[in-house]
């Protein structure tokens, strides 16, 4: 036959391909208790060192004497750390050596490589925190096809003509490459590793075919082996994929991302890390804020399976020799088409169909041209070769419209003026072939609708695209044919954004089709983005754990893995798993264009921990990988990671103006509404944040700053609290207890406000503005107005202990203020009573009740609840504030040796550090009026005149005059005992 029929072509199955490459990993670790640790993890050596927080290190590779070396210089660790790792074996480095640099405290670790085939990776972890250089060999495992040419990517025919390796030249083989010590890696189809036998397994690293004799080739299941490209051969710890044997209509070219980490078994679990437990998921994790900027992925948009086949399975062109002029033409037609010679063989077709226009060979001709022309467009997307394609092929079905081609030959003009984008030309084409009474009921027809439906999807017509897929799955006997339609209807759905319809059709479509789920990863993709856009975050979790262990090595692989990372973070995980999902992208993705979103957000993670110098080469860093990424709004979403490293760094001036700057060049942008959000929702955080830290001279600076643009008219509850808690500091209590009231208002009618970020702190509690009230009306001297508010406080349990004590606190003053101190005593004794174990809290509670017990005349049992406190880990300021009660309390009571020893601690700069510092002129005055008192003069005389330059001169002076009158006094005595008249006088 000249060519294949196109039945032949349309039902043509490939026979099913598959490979697994196992890694088996095995893991050794020493010192495991060390700072310092070395493991072999899988064909990965791991250098290991924990300890620090904030890791300021540098790695270096160099060559001397033929030897290649890496030189990490790192700060901390101490030398003998390193002794117990310095002669450990292994096949990546010969040799440690640890070399001390006294000047700035670091080490220097030298690694002297056992190859320069072996490449370093060098990465931090932040829980626990870790430092890591890996190791490993960087080699490209390549085959050869049956003429001995190497080609990474190229596919062994399952059906390539081979006789059988025997069994004895297959063992022989085998033990060759036992003893050569060269790993084994499984090639038989669709099994598992486990099951294989030693005949199903064979030498990849090297293997080349012309190694065998021609009597000896592969068995079958080696010929169906797929040729891998690897970048790397590093595979992390229990890393390893199967690729599943595919089905009769699987498409494989979707699948195309060269993993940078070598292959992992989808058998094995090794995504398990990103499950979530139940318990580590927040308990009512909230919806995702609108301020909250995660970039829209594009849709997956699958090519269409049938198609894919169509060009796999070319029309194959043979010409028996006659002894014709006729016949001598058109084999050197067939000559220039094999040379793809296409502008010679167009003239050659032109001349051929003027010089034998009634030839049998015509209708070759003008396919072979087509085809000629087809293929050189695909190569170099010149418009013209297509149009000249298209040409050669009307002319074959206007000439011979009873062709073994006209079918696919029809078909195929549609879906290359789709590949063309020529939306309205393949709808035409498309029609015409749907409309053919040929083709009734066939499945070319079905085809043809099915990109109809496409192009009316493109042509923004969703409604008539939806009718035809509904109307293909209903008509179509084919399941292949109404899977493709079940799934291609989820795709026009996504365009609209009716995600709920998305979540469903997907869904169904799974349901009825399981046995073709595999060949549709934009059903498991779209879908995870249909839930992530409806905030259905658990479900769209699982939905990219699905695609990331179905689709490893898919396009959009990247993109999965990057958003399960996202997702964890939205539902509350760990953070180091969110960080190690984005970690993951890049180890195992490289460089590429679709794992920018996940080094995005690393950076930003990684801002907090950063000097100056290194957080303005990330910032560079970033603003570079932003402009290698072609998705829409990436800048924005690199604005919004860098304004979030700001926040995480505390800086949120900085946080601010980068928002500001990139609204300001781009205030037209898609989604701005989000930057502007973004923007007063940082304006909002920076109060808060300042406002936590005391600074509320700074909270009314910056509200003053924003109030007349960004944010006004749009404060938040937390604003308003803020506010009034500055107010209430200044001792503006009227106006702080306005501002209470606005946030209580809020709060009511606003519990948990769409502008609070992921990075935000909680909204204040009702019962913290309640608090805060009462507090500012007592402070007002409005004790009545203090107790009412106060009674409102009924869920006391949800305020922080802080807060608790405050509330008991303020409770005790105003029993005291109504004079019933043992109920101000009862209070106040509770609260040391159950938070005893948190002695620095209750410091002022037991302040105040100490000095009740004075004011009840009980002196002695408030000095014992201080000392008693005194025993107990407490923080030197507190210990000061207890001392300097215990010495008031003991003045009051007249009890001078209690008050002395208190005030010796006090102003003692061995025993109170804080002394050296601080301003202790009361004190010292008050030590030194003691032993004046007591009449210990020379003691009060040492205590008064160690008054230092910081403390203050009043004190000092007073004492100064108290000791010039005390030596008057003397010196008066003195002289009065001289006198005889004066005898008896004092």
Same mark, same amino acid.
């Given at each position: 036959?000249?060519?294949?029929?196109?039945? *032949?072509?349309?039902?043509?199955?490939?026979?099913?391909? +598959?490979? !697994? #490459?196992? %890694?088996?990993?095995? &893991?050794?670790?020493? @010192?495991?208790?060390?700072?310092?640790?070395?493991?072999?993890?899988?064909?990965?050596?791991?250098?290991?060192?924990?300890?620090?927080?904030?890791?300021?290190?540098?790695?270096?590779?160099?060559?001397?004497?033929?030897?290649?070396?890496?030189?990490?210089?790192?700060?901390?660790?101490?030398?003998?750390?390193?002794?117990?790792?310095?002669?450990?074996?292994?096949?990546?480095?010969?040799?440690?050596?640890?070399?001390?640099?006294?000047?700035?405290?670091?080490?220097?670790?030298?690694?002297?490589?056992?190859?320069?085939?072996?490449?370093?990776?060098?990465?931090?972890?932040?829980?626990?925190?870790?430092?890591?250089?890996?190791?490993?060999?960087?080699?490209?495992?390549? *085959?050869?096809?049956?003429?001995?040419?190497?080609?990474? +990517?190229? !596919? #062994?025919? %399952?059906?390539?003509? &081979?006789?059988?390796? @025997?069994?004895?030249?297959?063992?022989?083989?085998?033990?060759?490459?036992?003893?050569?010590?060269?790993?084994?890696?499984?090639?038989?189809?669709?099994?598992?590793?486990?099951?294989?036998?030693?005949?199903?397994?064979?030498?990849?690293?090297?293997?080349?075919?012309?190694?065998?004799?021609?009597?000896?080739?592969?068995?079958?299941?080696?010929?169906?082996?797929?040729?891998?490209?690897?970048?790397?051969?590093?595979?992390?710890?229990?890393?390893?994929?199967?690729?599943?044997?595919?089905?009769?209509?699987?498409?494989?070219?979707?699948?195309?991302?060269?993993?940078?980490?070598?292959?992992?078994?989808?058998?094995?679990?090794?995504?398990?890390?990103?499950?979530?437990?139940?318990?580590?998921?927040?308990?009512?994790?909230?919806?995702?804020?609108?301020?909250?900027?995660?970039?829209?992925?594009?849709?997956?948009?699958?090519?269409?399976?049938?198609?894919?086949?169509?060009?796999?399975?070319?029309?194959?062109?043979?010409?028996?020799?006659?002894?014709?002029?006729?016949?001598?033409?058109?084999?050197?037609?067939?000559?220039?088409?094999?040379?793809?010679?296409?502008?010679?063989?167009?003239?050659?077709?032109?001349?051929?169909?003027?010089?034998?226009?009634?030839?049998?060979?015509?209708?070759?001709?003008?396919?072979?041209?087509?085809?000629?022309?087809?293929?050189?467009?695909?190569?170099?997307?010149?418009?013209?070769?297509?149009?000249?394609?298209?040409?050669?092929?009307?002319?074959?079905?206007?000439?011979?419209?009873?062709?073994?081609?006209?079918?696919?030959?029809?078909?195929?003009?549609?879906?290359?003026?789709?590949?063309?984008?020529?939306?309205?030309?393949?709808?035409?084409?498309?029609?015409?072939?749907?409309?053919?009474?040929?083709?009734?009921?066939?499945?070319?027809?079905?085809?043809?609708?099915?990109?109809?439906?496409?192009?009316?999807?493109?042509?923004?017509?969703?409604?008539?695209?939806?009718?035809?897929?509904?109307?293909?799955?209903?008509?179509?006997?084919?399941?292949?044919?109404?899977?493709?339609?079940?799934?291609?209807?989820?795709?026009?759905?996504?365009?609209?954004?009716?995600?709920?319809?998305?979540?469903?059709?997907?869904?169904?479509?799974?349901?009825?089709?399981?046995?073709?789920?595999?060949?549709?990863?934009?059903?498991?993709?779209?879908?995870?983005?249909?839930?992530?856009?409806?905030?259905?975050?658990?479900?769209?979790?699982?939905?990219?754990?699905?695609?990331?262990?179905?689709?490893?090595?898919?396009?959009?692989?990247?993109?999965?893995?990057?958003?399960?990372?996202?997702?964890?973070?939205?539902?509350?995980?760990?953070?180091?798993?969110?960080?190690?999902?984005?970690?993951?992208?890049?180890?195992?993705?490289?460089?590429?264009?679709?794992?920018?979103?996940?080094?995005?957000?690393?950076?930003?993670?990684?801002?907090?921990?950063?000097?100056?110098?290194?957080?303005?080469?990330?910032?560079?860093?970033?603003?570079?990988?932003?402009?290698?990424?072609?998705?829409?709004?990436?800048?924005?979403?690199?604005?919004?990671?860098?304004?979030?490293?700001?926040?995480?760094?505390?800086?949120?001036?900085?946080?601010?103006?980068?928002?500001?700057?990139?609204?300001?060049?781009?205030?037209?942008?898609?989604?701005?509404?989000?930057?502007?959000?973004?923007?007063?929702?940082?304006?909002?955080?920076?109060?808060?944040?300042?406002?936590?830290?005391?600074?509320?001279?700074?909270?009314?600076?910056?509200?003053?700053?924003?109030?007349?643009?960004?944010?006004?008219?749009?404060?938040?509850?937390?604003?308003?609290?803020?506010?009034?808690?500055?107010?209430?500091?200044?001792?503006?209590?009227?106006?702080?207890?306005?501002?209470?009231?606005?946030?209580?208002?809020?709060?009511?009618?606003?519990?948990?406000?769409?502008?609070?970020?992921?990075?935000?702190?909680?909204?204040?509690?009702?019962?913290?503005?309640?608090?805060?009230?009462?507090?500012?009306?007592?402070?007002?001297?409005?004790?009545?107005?203090?107790?009412?508010?106060?009674?409102?406080?009924?869920?006391?349990?949800?305020?922080?202990?802080?807060?608790?004590?405050?509330?008991?606190?303020?409770?005790?003053?105003?029993?005291?203020?109504?004079?019933?101190?043992?109920?101000?005593?009862?209070?106040?004794?509770?609260?040391?009573?159950?938070?005893?174990?948190?002695?620095?809290?209750?410091?002022?509670?037991?302040?105040?009740?100490?000095?009740?017990?004075?004011?009840?005349?009980?002196?002695?049992?408030?000095?014992?609840?201080?000392?008693?406190?005194?025993?107990?880990?407490?923080?030197?300021?507190?210990?000061?504030?207890?001392?300097?009660?215990?010495?008031?309390?003991?003045?009051?009571?007249?009890?001078?040796?209690?008050?002395?020893?208190?005030?010796?601690?006090?102003?003692?700069?061995?025993?109170?550090?804080?002394?050296?510092?601080?301003?202790?002129?009361?004190?010292?005055?008050?030590?030194?009026?003691?032993?004046?008192?007591?009449?210990?003069?020379?003691?009060?005389?040492?205590?008064?005149?160690?008054?230092?330059?910081?403390?203050?001169?009043?004190?000092?002076?007073?004492?100064?005059?108290?000791?010039?009158?005390?030596?008057?006094?003397?010196?008066?005595?003195?002289?009065?005992?001289?006198?005889?008249?004066?005898?008896?006088?004092?």
């Amino acid at each position: 036959m000249l060519f294949h029929s196109l039945m *032949t072509l349309f039902l043509k199955s490939h026979a099913a391909i +598959t490979y !697994i #490459i196992i %890694s088996l990993c095995y &893991t050794k670790a020493w @010192s495991s208790d060390s700072p310092v640790q070395l493991k072999t993890q899988g064909d990965t050596l791991s250098f290991e060192l924990t300890g620090q927080n904030d890791w300021n290190y540098d790695l270096k590779r160099s060559v001397e004497k033929n030897q290649t070396k890496v030189l990490l210089t790192v700060k901390g660790i101490e030398s003998d750390n390193y002794d117990r790792i310095k002669n450990i074996k292994n096949p990546f480095i010969t040799g440690i050596k640890v070399i001390p640099n006294a000047v700035d405290g670091k080490k220097q670790i030298e690694f002297t490589l056992s190859s320069n085939k072996v490449e370093t990776f060098d990465y931090l972890t932040d829980y626990p925190s870790k430092l890591i250089v890996d190791f490993y060999y960087n080699e490209k495992f390549k *085959t050869a096809d049956n003429n001995g040419e190497t080609d990474d +990517t190229k !596919i #062994i025919d %399952s059906q390539t003509k &081979t006789s059988k390796l @025997s069994k004895n030249n297959q063992t022989v083989q085998l033990k060759k490459m036992k003893k050569s010590g060269s790993r084994l890696v499984g090639l038989s189809q669709g099994t598992n590793s486990q099951d294989e036998t030693d005949e199903d397994r064979l030498y990849f690293k090297n293997f080349r075919n012309d190694e065998f004799e021609e009597g000896n080739k592969p068995t079958s299941k080696q010929i169906a082996a797929i040729k891998i490209k690897e970048k790397s051969s590093r595979n992390p710890a229990n890393d390893y994929l199967r690729v599943d044997d595919f089905q009769s209509a699987n498409n494989s070219s979707d699948e195309k991302v060269d993993l940078k980490a070598g292959l992992f078994n989808g058998d094995s679990d090794q995504f398990s890390r990103f499950k979530l437990k139940s318990f580590e998921i927040k308990s009512s994790y909230a919806p995702r804020a609108a301020v909250d900027y995660f970039i829209q992925y594009p849709l997956l948009d699958r090519p269409f399976s049938f198609w894919t086949k169509m060009k796999e399975n070319r029309p194959e062109y043979e010409i028996q020799p006659e002894n014709t002029e006729e016949n001598k033409q058109i084999r050197l037609i067939k000559k220039l088409y094999d040379k793809k010679r296409t502008l010679v063989l167009r003239q050659t077709t032109d001349w051929y169909a003027n010089k034998y226009p009634k030839s049998k060979y015509l209708e070759m001709a003008y396919a072979m041209t087509a085809d000629s022309f087809v293929e050189s467009w695909e190569k170099d997307n010149r418009s013209q070769d297509m149009d000249w394609a298209q040409s050669y092929y009307k002319k074959l079905m206007d000439n011979y419209p009873q062709s073994a081609l006209f079918e696919r030959t029809s078909l195929a003009t549609g879906f290359l003026d789709l590949e063309k984008q020529n939306y309205l030309g393949a709808l035409r084409k498309f029609k015409l072939h749907s409309d053919n009474e040929k083709f009734k009921n066939k499945n070319s027809k079905y085809y043809a609708d099915l990109g109809m439906s496409y192009c009316l999807a493109k042509l923004n017509k969703i409604d008539d695209a939806i009718k035809i897929v509904d109307e293909v799955e209903d008509a179509a006997q084919d399941p292949l044919v109404k899977s493709e339609a079940a799934f291609r209807k989820g795709d026009f759905l996504m365009v609209t954004e009716k995600y709920m319809a998305v979540k469903d059709q997907y869904t169904g479509a799974a349901k009825k089709y399981p046995q073709y789920i595999q060949n549709y990863p934009n059903g498991v993709f779209n879908k995870m983005e249909a839930l992530f856009r409806l905030d259905l975050n658990l479900e769209a979790h699982a939905a990219a754990l699905d695609f990331i262990q179905s689709f490893p090595r898919h396009d959009y692989a990247p993109y999965a893995l990057t958003r399960l990372g996202e997702l964890l973070e939205i539902l509350g995980a760990p953070q180091e798993k969110a960080v190690g999902a984005y970690l993951e992208t890049h180890f195992r993705y490289g460089d590429s264009a679709k794992t920018i979103v996940a080094r995005l957000h690393l950076l930003s993670t990684r801002m907090k921990g950063m000097k100056e110098i290194e957080l303005k080469t990330t910032i560079e860093k970033m603003n570079e990988l932003a402009q290698k990424s072609d998705l829409e709004n990436i800048e924005q979403f690199k604005s919004t990671m860098i304004s979030d490293g700001y926040v995480r760094r505390k800086e949120f001036d900085q946080a601010i103006k980068t928002l500001l700057s990139f609204y300001q060049n781009s205030p037209s942008k898609k989604n701005s509404e989000q930057v502007t959000n973004r923007i007063k929702n940082s304006i909002h955080n920076y109060i808060q944040f300042l406002s936590e830290n005391g600074k509320h001279k700074d909270v009314l600076k910056v509200y003053k700053q924003y109030a007349d643009n960004w944010i006004r008219k749009q404060e938040r509850a937390d604003t308003f609290f803020h506010l009034g808690r500055a107010y209430q500091s200044a001792g503006a209590y009227g106006e702080a207890l306005k501002k209470y009231e606005l946030a209580e208002l809020k709060l009511s009618s606003e519990r948990s406000p769409a502008s609070i970020s992921s990075l935000d702190g909680a909204m204040p509690k009702m019962e913290e503005v309640y608090l805060s009230q009462a507090q500012s009306l007592f402070e007002q001297n409005n004790p009545q107005g203090s107790e009412k508010v106060l009674d409102k406080i009924k869920n006391p349990d949800v305020l922080s202990a802080p807060d608790q004590i405050a509330r008991v606190n303020l409770a005790s003053h105003l029993y005291e203020k109504r004079g019933d101190i043992d109920t101000a005593i009862r209070y106040l004794s509770e609260v040391i009573r159950v938070w005893k174990s948190q002695p620095d809290l209750v410091a002022d509670s037991a302040i105040r009740v100490a000095k009740l017990w004075n004011k009840a005349e009980s002196p002695q049992r408030g000095i014992e609840i201080l000392d008693h406190l005194l025993q107990e880990k407490i923080s030197t300021q507190n210990i000061r504030k207890i001392y300097r009660a215990k010495s008031d309390i003991a003045i009051e009571a007249k009890l001078s040796d209690i008050a002395i020893n208190s005030l010796t601690y006090i102003v003692n700069p061995q025993a109170n550090p804080v002394a050296a510092n601080q301003d202790m002129a009361r004190e010292k005055y008050q030590l030194g009026e003691l032993y004046f008192e007591k009449g210990e003069m020379k003691k009060a005389e040492d205590t008064w005149s160690s008054f230092a330059d910081k403390d203050d001169k009043f004190w000092s002076q007073l004492a100064n005059e108290k000791m010039k009158s005390a030596q008057w006094q003397g010196e008066y005595k003195k002289y009065l005992k001289r006198i005889p008249a004066a005898v008896g006088v004092q």
